[in-house]
């Protein structure tokens, strides 16, 4: 039989995720209506439910009424409170790494991370950003996340919370700072196109760290267009320059020429195309750049996996709406983490993790159960009339 430390329960699920945020969230409760621990726990049901507060609570028998739940949160939650709260969900995260993340150097992704935002808040209220047209709206919750790369670990080890006005670097070195804050080594950076400004290049061509930023081909003629000629991959210089003329910086490209997979699936006719990366620190041939910026892509499966354990909301409170969204990456963390504890498997060649046996869609309804033994949950309803037939 097993040893009972072996074992990984929804109840230990539940109690693990809410003390990982009570030692970091500042959430405060006292009434004997609502305490402490059910404001989190009613925090990890909306996320693990993709529902709202209001479902939540009155789904869930035990537990106060929505609208008391709501002002504690509101009250807590505010808007000048933001740095803080995003220091301590950092701390969150960077809690659930595998301490290996932080023994050597590791490869880190950095990307910009949109949520829609469809009301009617003003944008100095809401602290929504403009972004390109997408799920029918312009205006969007911005997070940047910085991610780590290493084989069977899905790791966010640093979130930032974008806010109207801030520019693409000082994210970016808020995000770095709290790497390093966090001693962890940074073998190599992929950035997206996003981060391929003149002030990004020379920011980090000034710090030393390797980096390969993905490069927009612009122009019909002249600009990076005019590069991607010929038949063979190769390694330019180019120099960019902003609008004006102002600035500059001569950075070596990796001009890629590649092929669609129209050959293994048959289903379009065969096209080459270009793909045009920057390299900041770093010596390679395009085939390499090209095959080591692949694996930044993991970064957007860490997004679509946080779709399961997002929240729903309507509320006009922004630093409510950044909470949920950093802890759809808190709980990915904890998943990591757990699925590092409880699924290794024993074989040569080195240990194995199982992650099919503890899938994070299997996180979310150990969370649900375990809120559902807690408080007891709605199962029967009554007519209030008999129905006219």
């Given at each position: 039989m097993l040893n009972d430390n072996l074992k990984l329960t929804d109840k230990k699920v539940l109690h693990y995720a809410r003390q990982g945020l009570k030692a970091h969230l500042p959430l405060h409760a006292e009434g004997y209506k609502v305490t402490t621990d059910d404001l989190l726990n009613v925090l990890l049901g909306v996320a693990v439910s993709q529902g709202t507060l209001e479902a939540v609570c009155q789904d869930l028998q035990g537990i106060a009424k929505p609208e008391t739940v709501r002002t504690y949160l509101n009250k807590q939650l505010r808007v000048a409170d933001l740095p803080q709260l995003e220091q301590g969900l950092n701390a969150a995260l960077a809690e659930q790494a595998p301490t290996r993340v932080f023994q050597k150097p590791q490869e880190v992704a950095i990307d910009f991370h949109d949520r829609p935002y469809y009301g009617k808040t003003p944008q100095p209220e809401g602290l929504w950003v403009h972004g390109q047209l997408r799920d029918g709206t312009h205006c969007f919750y911005r997070v940047a996340t910085a991610y780590v790369i290493r084989n069977g670990l899905r790791v966010t080890l640093a979130i930032r919370f974008v806010l109207p006005g801030d520019d693409t670097l000082h994210v970016l070195k808020?995000?770095?700072?709290?790497?390093?804050?966090?001693?962890?080594?940074?073998?190599?950076?992929?950035?997206?196109?996003?981060?391929?400004?003149?002030?990004?290049?020379?920011?980090?061509?000034?710090?030393?760290?390797?980096?390969?930023?993905?490069?927009?081909?612009?122009?019909?003629?002249?600009?990076?267009?005019?590069?991607?000629?010929?038949?063979?991959?190769?390694?330019?210089?180019?120099?960019?320059?902003?609008?004006?003329?102002?600035?500059?910086?001569?950075?070596?490209?990796?001009?890629?020429?590649?092929?669609?997979?129209?050959?293994?699936?048959g289903r379009k006719k065969r096209q080459a195309r270009w793909l045009i990366f920057i390299l900041i620190n770093l010596t390679c041939s395009p085939q390499q750049a090209k095959r080591l910026y692949r694996r930044r892509f993991g970064i957007e499966t860490s997004y679509r996996c946080t779709a399961q354990v997002l929240g729903w909301t309507t509320s006009p409170n922004p630093a409510y709406r950044f909470v949920l969204l950093a802890l759809s990456f808190f709980l990915l963390n904890v998943w990591v983490h757990l699925c590092w504890l409880f699924t290794q498997q024993a074989r040569r060649g080195g240990r194995f993790l199982d992650t099919k046996r503890f899938q994070l869609s299997r996180l979310a309804k150990f969370l649900i159960r375990s809120l559902e033994r807690y408080y007891g949950c709605i199962h029967e309803i009554t007519a209030l009339a008999a129905p006219l037939l």
């Open positions: 808020d995000l770095i700072a709290g790497l390093q804050a966090r001693q962890l080594e940074i073998a190599c950076l992929f950035l997206d196109k996003a981060f391929a400004g003149i002030d990004q290049l020379r920011y980090l061509s000034s710090l030393g760290l390797p980096a390969i930023i993905a490069c927009s081909i612009r122009g019909k003629q002249a600009g990076t267009r005019a590069l991607c000629q010929g038949n063979k991959s190769y390694l330019p210089t180019y120099t960019f320059r902003n609008t004006r003329g102002r600035k500059s910086f001569t950075a070596n490209l990796a001009v890629c020429r590649v092929f669609t997979t129209a050959k293994r699936t």
